[in-house]
């Protein structure tokens, strides 16, 4: 079973700011990958889905790339 990236790496806070740590959950398309592929804890990931959606409306992120 994989580690979970936020524990591993002692991540208590996911910043919607850290685009860089995000774009790593998303796919080649912008979409959120799911916590099946990423290995992500649940209370992790939604979180994760939080900061990232975050990021969008801020437009930090990309809603969709074409």
């Known amino acids: 079973m994989r ?3 936020f524990s ?3 991540i208590k806070f ?3 700011k ?3 740590i995000l774009k790593k959950f998303m796919n080649p ?3 959120i990958m ?3 592929k990423t290995g992500v804890t649940s209370k992790n990931q939604r979180q994760l889905t939080s900061a990232i959606k975050h990021a969008r409306f801020l437009g930090l992120l990309p ?3 074409k």
């Open 3 to 5: 580690q979970d990236y």
């Open 29 to 31: 398309n912008g979409k």
């Open 34 to 36: 799911s916590h099946k």
């Open 14 to 16: 996911i910043d919607y």
């Open 63 to 65: 809603f969709v790339v």
């Open 18 to 20: 850290d685009i860089e």
């Open 8 to 10: 591993a790496n002692n």
